[in-house]
């Protein structure tokens, strides 16, 4: 070996002892994290056993609220009844003219009564399905604030039970 090569192997060495010291290090570091992780994971789980079920409870309610919305609709009130053919044979002629036009006024009325009745049920029910909305959306927030994996991304998000279920167990071997 001439009296450079003695130097530049010693450097080699060297810096393959700096690489494998520093990966280990590192690999040291990962599972710490890991741990970390989990403990917090694990303090979280703790604070919010008590409080997290009665909110679920009420993000269920107001799903259930806003479908039974959803499902509603409008009932008419009932028509006035048509004019009786008997009755009507035994009337004049002047008489039968006067309540068939009564009847088609009473009509008229309703009908337009019933657009109106329909226009305010709309407004009322808009507004109902808006205020549940905008309850189970801050519910939803309440909820991803404790735990994002609580509920799904979609539109409208869902509730994941199966992580619901190991949030609540609050052991490190079901927290994720």
Avoid at 10 to 24: D, K, P
Avoid at 28 to 44: C, G, H, I, S, W
Avoid at 69 to 86: M, N
């Amino acid at each position: 070996m001439d009296g450079m090569a003695l130097p530049r192997l010693g450097a080699v060495v060297l810096a393959l002892l700096l690489l494998a010291s520093c990966s280990g290090r590192q690999q040291k570091e990962v599972p710490k994290q890991d741990t970390e992780a989990k403990r917090q994971a694990l303090v979280q789980c703790r604070r919010y056993r008590e409080s997290l079920p009665p909110l679920v409870e009420r993000y269920r309610e107001t799903e259930s609220r806003l479908k039974a919305i959803e499902e509603e609709s409008f009932t008419p009130a009932l028509a006035p009844l048509p004019l009786d053919p008997e009755e009507q044979r035994l009337l004049t002629i002047y008489d039968q003219q006067t309540e068939q036009d009564q009847y088609e006024q009473a009509v008229a009325d309703w009908r337009r009564s019933e657009a109106k009745r329909r226009l305010v049920w709309q407004d009322a029910q808009q507004q109902r399905q808006e205020a549940a909305m905008t309850e189970r959306d801050q519910l939803a927030d309440q909820l991803r604030t404790i735990h994002p994996a609580l509920l799904s991304q979609a539109k409208p998000p869902s509730l994941d039970a199966a992580e619901l279920k190991r949030f609540l167990a609050c052991s490190t071997e079901q927290l994720r």
